[in-house]
């Protein structure tokens, strides 16, 4: 049964950062292209960034390139993003996904 739980979202003021984990279980990870996607509130599934298996290509959506930051750790089967200069509308849960299933989510608030 594949599992993917994120965790590191919380309340942050405008400028500041977070980093987001998402743990990998039931699949071969390393093996596996990951991506982020976030759903702000009221609004669709928006993509917002793809890494591939070995972590040495990465994709980023317009809206966070320059400002989020993509990587992985295979041999902990964990998968990264880092969240710089967060902006109100980053507002969002964030999953952490493969190209079948995510995860439950974690949500980010970014308020002054």
């Known amino acids: 049964e594949v599992q993917l739980v994120e965790s590191g979202g919380g309340l942050v003021q405008p400028g500041g950062s977070l980093r987001l984990s998402c743990v990998a279980s039931?699949?071969?990870?390393?093996?596996?292209?990951m991506r982020w996607v976030r759903q702000a509130p009221g609004k669709g599934l928006e993509w917002v960034s793809t890494?591939?298996?070995?972590?040495?290509?990465?994709y980023y959506a317009d809206s966070v390139k320059g400002r989020f930051t993509v990587s992985r750790d295979n041999a902990k089967n964990t998968l990264y993003l880092q969240l710089n200069s967060l902006k109100t509308e980053d507002t969002a849960m964030y999953y952490c996904?493969?190209?079948?299933?995510r995860g439950q989510g974690t949500q980010v608030t970014v308020s002054s």
């Open positions: 039931g699949f071969t990870f390393s093996s596996s292209a």
């Open positions: 996904a493969t190209d079948q299933e």
């Open positions: 890494i591939n298996s070995g972590g040495g290509s990465t």
